[in-house]
């Protein structure tokens, strides 16, 4: 399973960039699709994820009402649209694939599949 991240940039504070995440093979229903961010020296920061087969969405707090996570079934495609952007938000993008079950899918550990990062800048 191969992960590949795209549409990372530099963006002005207030602005809005779209990441996508393309995934090589068929997603199953049971599957669940993450974002996160990572700081160089910080640790793993989960963002948005979304369970393949019910749609239902998870957000952390910092980005609700900003950054919504959607899918498209046929490209087998994660998507991450961010808006009001802030210098906070910057930080290698990373998305995730899994089967979780009988817990959120916030957790970076409970993730196997992981793409290689897409870098996000936002500048003040």
């Known amino acids: 399973v191969q992960l590949v991240e795209s549409g990372g940039g530099l963006v002005q504070a207030g602005g809005s960039l779209s990441l996508s995440c393309a995934v090589s093979?068929?997603?199953?229903?049971?599957?669940?699709m993450g974002w996160f961010r990572q700081a160089q020296g910080k640790e793993r920061e989960f963002v948005a994820a979304?369970?393949?087969?019910?749609?239902?969405?998870y957000y952390t707090d910092s980005v609700k009402g900003r950054f919504t996570i959607a899918k498209d079934n046929a490209k087998n495609t994660v998507y991450l649209q961010m808006t009001s952007l802030k210098p906070e938000d910057t930080d290698v993008y990373y998305c995730?694939?899994?089967?979780?079950?009988?817990?959120?899918?916030?957790?970076?550990?409970?993730?196997?599949?992981w793409g290689q990062g897409t870098q996000v800048t936002v500048s003040s």
């Open positions: 995730a694939a899994d089967q979780i079950f009988g817990k959120p899918p916030v957790y970076s550990d409970d993730y196997e599949y």
């Open positions: 093979v068929r997603i199953f229903s049971s599957y669940s």
């Open positions: 979304i369970r393949w087969g019910s749609g239902n969405t």
